[in-house]
């Protein structure tokens, strides 16, 4: 077991940095497929040494998830990914090494959690309008005890042969312009990094390329993370090409030369891993390219974050 902080989180070791390292990745506590148990001996075998679990707006899969990391002997970072505004574009922040008991994280949870649970009533409301009678019991079932999320509605349509498979169930009732697509409130940006590094926490935004912003709006969105004093970008995000990792970079350098005060943002990398068929994001198929400065030397010494 790696020796511990004040705060009950896991100091790096030059083991935990030995192997594969992978910062996003998905269980059933939100809409993952494994169980934590699961996700973390999937992890060992692919070769993980370090391993962020991040669930969508939870942390409830951490003590599952740190049991088991505990038997494999490999380092897990409390983690969490947390939904938000930037604007009125919905945009991912992940939240790395988390005290998962501050007052801040468990609020800024408390207020998602809310807001899931009236667009889940939301989206079932006007499914069952549209004749699909059982929705929000059918995705709470295979929800479980987590909240439910739009892929849970697109598996109940799959289980109960509405659609043929989920990217069906997204195109005609769930993604954007459909009837599914209900417009969620989310926390600010700016608040959301602020809960992260009140939990001691490193403020990681999310795959950047994913919010199909126009390079200037991109450049728009490092600044302002920047100056909200986020710490990391995802440079590496399940299988991408290089240009793609060249252009992130690329916009790195340019949200570090427009704002020269609050530093260079680090990098961060994941395979924002959900289930095992989709081997475009497998557990641990992550590298950074050379030359950046990676989020994780922010715990190498020890040291307890400087808030
Ligand atoms: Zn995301
Ligand atoms: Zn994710």
Same mark, same amino acid.
């Given at each position: 077991m790696d020796p511990e902080n004040s705060l009950g989180r896991p100091l790096l070791t030059e083991q935990a940095l030995s192997g594969q390292i992978d910062l996003h990745c998905h269980s059933?506590?939100?809409?993952? +497929?494994?169980?934590p148990t699961a996700l973390v001996s999937r992890a060992k075998s692919a070769g993980v040494t370090l391993l962020a679990l991040t669930d969508h707006d939870t942390v409830a899969g951490i003590d599952e998830a740190e049991a088991e990391a505990r038997v494999q002997e490999l380092t897990l970072l409390p983690g969490i990914e947390l939904t938000a505004l930037w604007g009125r574009r919905v945009v991912h922040i992940v939240g790395l090494?988390?005290?998962?008991?501050?007052a801040a994280l468990v609020q800024a949870i408390g207020r998602r959690d809310q807001l899931r649970r009236e667009r889940a009533q939301q989206i079932a409301e006007r499914l069952e309008k549209r004749g699909f009678a059982g929705a929000l019991a059918g995705a709470q079932m295979l929800a479980g005890e987590g909240v439910i999320g739009r892929p849970h509605f697109a598996r109940w349509m799959v289980e109960a042969g509405h659609v043929s498979d989920s990217g069906k169930a997204f195109k005609r009732?769930?993604?954007?312009?459909? +009837?599914?697509d209900v417009t969620v409130p989310w926390p600010d940006m700016v608040e959301t990094v602020a809960a992260i590094r009140g939990a001691g926490g490193a403020a990681v935004l999310a795959h950047p390329l994913k919010y199909g912003l126009t390079r200037t709006k991109l450049r728009a969105l490092l600044v302002d993370f920047c100056a909200a004093a986020g710490d990391a970008v995802e440079v590496v995000c399940g299988q991408q090409n290089p240009v793609q990792t060249r252009e992130i970079l690329g916009l790195l350098d340019q949200a570090a030369a427009s704002d020269g005060e609050s530093g260079r943002l680090l990098a961060s990398l994941g395979s924002?891993?959900?289930?095992?068929?989709q081997p475009w994001r497998a557990l641990g198929c992550v590298r950074l390219p050379a030359g950046v400065e990676p989020v994780w030397n922010l715990w190498q010494t020890g040291a307890d974050q400087v808030q």
């Open positions: 059933t506590a939100s809409d993952g +497929i494994l169980s090494n988390v005290d998962r008991r501050a009732y769930l993604g954007a312009g459909k +009837i599914g924002d891993f959900h289930q095992p068929d």
